[in-house]
Nanobody
């Protein structure tokens, strides 16, 4: 059973920064992709960023240049450094992991609110 736990959400002013982290635990042989999605009130969940086990990254257009995704394969963690935050970044952020031999797992979500 693979579990993901996110930390690091909160309230930040526009232009500020936050760092989200997500730790995977359980019986894990290996993890392929890890990444982040977000869901704002009244909107569908949308892709934010992903990172492969070898470190290749992809970003949504809205995140490129402001967000940086990283991972520690040994610790089974993925992080999202978010800079120059805007009110439209307000959402619940969900991390995911694609474990070897299993289906995608999701974290419980962490709230990010960007407001003055």
């Amino acid at each position: 059973q693979v579990q993901l736990v996110e930390t690091g959400g909160g309230l930040v002013q526009p232009g500020g920064s936050l760092r989200l982290s997500c730790a995977a635990s359980g019986s894990i042989r290996a993890i392929y992709d890890m990444g982040w999605y977000r869901q704002a009130p009244g909107k569908q969940r949308e892709f934010v960023a992903r990172i492969t086990s070898s470190g290749s990254t992809n970003y949504a257009v809205s995140a490129k240049g402001r967000f940086t995704i990283s991972r520690d394969n040994a610790e089974k963690t993925v992080s999202l450094q978010m800079n120059s935050l805007k009110p439209e970044d307000t959402a619940v952020y969900y991390c995911y992991a694609d474990p070897a031999g299993g289906t995608r797992k999701w974290g419980q979500g962490t709230q990010v609110t960007v407001s003055s």
